[in-house]
């Protein structure tokens, strides 16, 4: 019968230790590289300072004054996305956002209405949006809140901030097989 040295009694479960520490090391790796830059309390509190102040500016200006417009901020950067009657509409809003104390830019992802919607098309796009966002809630992968959705005539505009590539196509399917979707809007962006 073969004799074992004390040595091997000692490097063999060290070795798988140390292979069980690489293999948490590399998931651990892999896990921060799905999840964004972090940010401060500090920052997300004058994030949302900053989103009711373009809110608020866009719906008192009186060139503008509309509710598809959505705005999102993060670390000073605000998106504008949704739909404007003109191509007027969208410039003043982007003037309008840049004019507001701490904003350092605006990602403009404003698209312009084509054709008149009637009250049909509203009350079907209503519902495919609480859809598209009920969706996206109960997928495990997304975790986020940071993504906008608007409907007009069945076209669906996801706009917002996503941890990863990975959420920003998870998204983007989620929406696509929702009924009644003619079809899917990417305007959002990875969170740096």
Do not use: W, Y
């Amino acid at each position: 019968m073969p004799k074992f040295s004390n040595r091997f009694l000692i490097i063999g479960p060290v070795s798988i230790v140390l292979l069980a520490l690489l293999s948490a090391c590399n998931n651990n790796a892999h896990d921060a590289a799905n999840v964004a830059p972090a940010t401060t309390v500090g920052t997300e509190v004058d994030d949302s300072v900053i989103t009711g102040k373009v809110r608020s500016a866009l719906l008192s200006d009186e060139n503008i004054r509309s509710l598809d417009i959505k705005v999102k901020t993060r670390k000073g950067v605000v998106m504008l996305s949704g739909f404007a009657d003109n191509q007027t509409q969208i410039d003043r809003s982007i003037v309008v956002a840049k004019n507001i104390e701490g904003v350092s830019t605006v990602d403009n992802q404003l698209s312009v209405k084509e054709g008149k919607q009637t009250v049909g098309n509203k009350i079907d796009d209503s519902m495919i949006t609480a859809r598209v966002k009920s969706a996206l809630m109960a997928d495990p992968s997304m975790k986020s809140l940071d993504v906008l959705v608007t409907t007009r005539k069945g076209e669906v505009q996801l706009s917002g901030f996503v941890n990863n590539p990975i959420q920003l196509e998870s998204a983007m399917k989620i929406a696509n097989g929702i009924e009644g979707v003619t079809g899917v809007s990417n305007h959002m962006s990875i969170k740096n």
